[in-house]
């Protein structure tokens, strides 16, 4: 791992040498780290399930010129929307992230952004999210309003269940089945079936991520699978990545794909398993950074499938 950041205010997980840190304006700076512009490990989470419903998509239909259209608008989407998510949890956080060290340094403990202030970037981040969102269709413009609800309740889930990373998984992956449903007018099997899939995945890597924090959060009693599972982490894990990849194999044969795009596609699951085992087996439970190394990594799982089942959509 590089050495730690030395830049003064800058958050304590935010990427080496990131672009916000090192080059934005000073003033942009609070609202940039706002919307986790220098930690976009984040923004790759919610953008690459879009991905993988156009490859679905593409697969159970045939590739659309739109297609181009909702890749694009699916990654200024998971930017804004992303951002707009994150400062609703640091508005609603803003108390439990001036007591935990990792956090402490995020604009609203620290004293950067107002609370009213950051409201007014949440809205002006959703307000760009709707202007995208109402280029799609009838269906993908509901499934992009009914999100709001799971964005809306996840900062409070680690408060009431031992869950949070399932109501994360949720809002996380429904953009599997709005993608989806932007390229063929509605929903069917393959895309719910990948949302659960990415449910689990989720679990898997938000748990690795939430290993870093399980000191802190037994001491100020914010729950998470971390705590949950304690010192058997490990059978929990393989088993959430086991269901993932069952999954997403069930998703791959309900679009009804077959010959050379089903082999694709399985060649792409057959790799983003294989990133799983590996990140399994690297796993270091007492190392902090090497946790949010391999969090990380999940970015790279992501992409191999997203890069397989547009191949396997294209042929």
Known sequence: MKPAIQIPDAVRDAVNGNWVDNAAPPSWRPWLRLSRIDRPIGTWLLLLP????????????????????????CAIGATVMRGAGCTWN???????D???DRTRKRPIPSGQVTVRGAMIWLIVQALIGLAVLLTLNGAAIWLGLLSLLPVAVYPFAKRFTWW?????????????????????GGLDAAPIIAWLAGIAWTVFYDTIYALQDKEYDALIGVKSTARLFGDNARPYLIGFAVLTVILLAFAISATGVSGAS??????????????????????????????LMLFRSNRDAGLILSLFFALAGLV
């Open 262 to 291: 089903w082999l694709i596609a399985m060649c792409g699951l057959a790799g983003f398993a294989a990133h799983l085992i590996w990140q399994f087996r690297s796993l270091d439970l007492e190392d902090a950074d090497n946790q």
């Open 50 to 73: 879009c991905w993988w419903g156009v490859g679905l998509a593409m697969m159970a239909d045939r590739p659309r010129l739109i297609d181009i259209w909702i890749v694009i608008a």
């Open 90 to 96: 640091d508005i609603t956080d803003r108390h439990i």
């Open 164 to 184: 949070p990373q399932v109501f994360l998984g949720i809002a996380f992956n429904w953009g599997v089945m709005l993608a989806y449903a932007a390229h063929r």
């Open 98 to 100: 001036g007591s935990v």
